[in-house]
């Protein structure tokens, strides 16, 4: 082929090329103006245009805008998902539980009925306690949740249009609380540790009853004298508040522990260990005054009827122990929710049984208490599983028994004078006590700081308090006593206000005092410092 012929062959060929790239540029125009701009000076597409090109094509969204956009996406997907999906769900279970309750029991799901002030009860305590827990200070950990609870049945009980709509009969209370009861004594039986009490013997043993009894007696003292109550009632109100409160000083102790404060000396462990103790001591030493208070006949007939049932408590829960033990054995399947079933309704037998038959006293409080610790004693891998199932039964009744502790106090029943002598009274019995719990300390080879720290550490009142407030108060309503009644409410508000006062006042001062006077463990630095790098990488 000759060059004339290439020229014109390079001619014929550039209208028609020109003409593509015409009608490209036009259709691009439409589009953007940065495609023309790239057309007219011939340039192909490069990876830098493209970019341009989708910045250019897409409107610019703030990450704030794209962010909610996604979480409304989410939130709204079909089908529902994650907190709506929760939350039709626990709608749906609400709706279908008061359904069921409608269509057998008729108007007690109804405004004024037992079982809607229940549902309004539990649902505000549950309410309450999340609040409460939301409110955190620096470098404390957050309040407990039974503060909340507490009030969330206080302001049910005194707002005048929620209470008249709120009512619950007093039976229905008092049967969930005596089950709330019944569910702490399993726990206090599941945290029993014989090591630990025989690792630190003596100063364990002082600890456990030093301030509990020095406390009732003292508290017996002020109510006979300053509020009135027989000495009967005065040592049932210093039984009640001469327990320390596990659902306070546990999960303190728990994290101090996990940060190595203390833990060289065993301080978490010894309050850890006495604290169980000390709550099964403030139990029984209440039921045994109960009993004594509320029988009839000579001194001597009462006193060997509570030997009587203290010697029939330990028999039967050694027995009952025994028996979940080996007739729940390993070969058996998987008998790890047999053994929690059969722990927790053995326990509320125990409790409701001996309330139907009258028997009020330290019998089943020793009985539940044996029977929990001797079923899981050879438990060993399993005794986590079976704390955990208990716990989530906890979980149902705690609202349930603050809630319901909280609504059995009346602003308008109150008189000042028998607020201030309540007040008065556990001022006096509280400065005692830590008093106490200092001298029950020395000679155990803590410091000063330590013994100060364990002295306000064994403040809190609050789980014992609120099973065993208001129990006094129910036995003298089924006795139809008048006079026994107030006595019983008298009890109820001392222990209503040492709740309110000193539960959140010693965690506070747990969480405050202990990274400040108890000493860390060394190698728990050193975990720290190893762990650094890591945690970097």
């Known amino acids: 082929m000759t060059d004339e012929d290439k020229t014109i062959e390079h001619a014929d060929s550039k209208p028609s090329t020109e003409v593509s790239h015409t009608a490209s540029a036009h259709q691009e125009t439409q589009e953007e103006i940065a495609m023309n701009l790239r057309n007219i000076n011939g340039n192909e597409p490069t990876e830098g245009n493209n970019q341009l090109k989708s910045s250019e094509k897409k409107p610019q969204e703030t990450p704030t805008e794209s962010n909610c956009l ?35 029991h008729g108007s007690e799901i109804l405004p004024g009925g037992s079982v809607f002030g229940i549902i309004i009860v539990c649902s505000c305590a549950m309410i309450g306690g999340k ?4 409110i955190k200070l620096p470098t404390l950990p957050p309040l407990p949740s039974l503060f909340g609870m507490l009030l969330a049945g206080f302001l049910i009980r005194n707002t005048p249009v929620i209470s008249d709509n ?5 039976e229905w209370s008092s049967s969930l609380r005596s089950i709330a009861l019944s569910i702490i004594l399993v726990r206090a039986g599941l945290g ?20 509990c009894l020095v406390e009732a007696c003292v508290s017996a003292l002020l109510a006979h004298f300053l509020m009135g109550l027989p000495w009967q009632w005065g040592f049932i109100l210093g039984f009640v508040l001469g327990a320390v409160s596990p659902a306070v000083v546990v999960p303190s102790m728990l994290l101090l522990k996990k940060e190595g404060y203390g833990v060289k000396k065993g301080v978490p462990t010894l309050l850890l260990a006495a604290g169980c103790f000390n709550a099964i001591l403030a139990i029984t030493g209440f039921n045994t005054c109960l009993g004594i208070a509320f029988s009839t006949g000579s001194t001597v007939v009462n006193v060997l009827s509570g030997v009587l049932q203290v010697l029939t408590g330990v028999a039967t829960g050694s027995l009952l122990g025994l028996f979940i033990q080996y007739f729940s054995s390993s070969d058996q399947g998987n008998p790890v929710w047999k053994r929690g079933f059969l722990v927790l309704g053995f326990s509320e037998l125990v ?51 603050f809630g319901l502790l909280g609504a059995e ?82 009890v109820l508000t001392v222990a209503f206000l040492a709740i309110l006062i000193t539960a959140p006042i010693g965690h506070l001062l747990i969480g405050f005092l202990g990274p400040r006077l108890l000493q860390k463990a060394e190698h728990q630095d050193k975990d720290e410092e190893v762990g650094e790098p890591s945690e970097q990488v």
């Open 70 to 104: 996604q979480r409304l996406r989410e939130t709204f997907a079909c089908p529902p998902h994650e907190l709506l999906a929760i939350a039709i769900r626990n709608a749906t279970m609400i709706v279908l539980l008061c359904t069921l309750v409608w269509l057998d």
């Open 131 to 134: 609040l409460v827990g939301l």
């Open 166 to 170: 709120v009512q619950i009969q007093h």
């Open 192 to 211: 029993l540790d014989s090591k630990a009490l025989k690792k630190l013997k003596c100063v364990c043993v002082r600890l456990t009853m030093g301030p």
């Open 351 to 401: 409790v409701l049984g001996s309330l139907y038959f009258g028997f009020p006293g330290s019998g089943e409080i020793l009985c539940t208490v044996l029977m929990a610790f001797f079923a899981v004693t050879f438990w060993t891998r399993n005794k986590e599983v079976i704390e955990n199932i208990v716990r989530v039964a906890w979980i149902v009744f705690e609202p349930l028994l």
């Open 409 to 490: 106090v009346s602003v308008a029943s109150l008189r000042r004078e028998t607020v201030g002598l309540c007040v008065a009274t556990l001022g006096i019995t509280v400065l005692i006590r830590i008093l106490t719990t200092f001298l029950m300390v020395c000679f155990a080879g803590f410091n000063t700081e330590e013994k100060i720290f364990i002295a306000f550490a064994w403040l809190p009142k609050a789980t014992i308090q609120a099973a065993l407030g208001s129990v006094a108060l129910d036995t003298a309503r089924v006795y139809g006593d008048t006079l026994l009644e107030d006595y019983g409410m008298d």
